[in-house]
């Protein structure tokens, strides 16, 4: 998954609702990838373990507004929805 849109391919089974949420999820699940691809030199999200979602949750939003939090722990349901995981079902 190395082109911007593959995120896009990667979340298309799982998103749900309107064009400006599935843009917003797209978005978001971008800017994870970056994160943990600069953290831990993982940019594929099929590589990604539980450790690396809660780190982009716990040192990457601690410092943003709780809706924003919000609307990235959404993201990272789908992401882990997509991968089969468990981990953040609600």
């Known amino acids: ?6 995120m896009e ?24 990838r970056t994160a943990i691809a ?6 594929n999200p099929w590589t990604w373990q539980r450790k690396h979602l809660l780190w ?3 040192h990457r939003m601690d410092d943003r507004a ?4 919000y609307y990235y ?3 990272i349901q789908l992401i882990a929805l997509r991968l089969g995981k468990p ?4």
């Open 1 to 6: 998954m190395s082109k911007a849109s593959d």
């Open 66 to 69: 709780e809706a924003t939090r």
């Open 87 to 90: 981990w953040f079902q609600s």
């Open 9 to 32: 391919l990667f979340l298309a089974g799982v998103m749900t609702g309107s064009h400006t949420t599935r843009q917003r999820h797209i978005h978001q699940a971008k800017t994870i």
């Open 38 to 43: 600069e953290r831990w030199q993982r940019d």
């Open 73 to 75: 722990r959404l993201t």
């Open 56 to 58: 982009f949750l716990d």
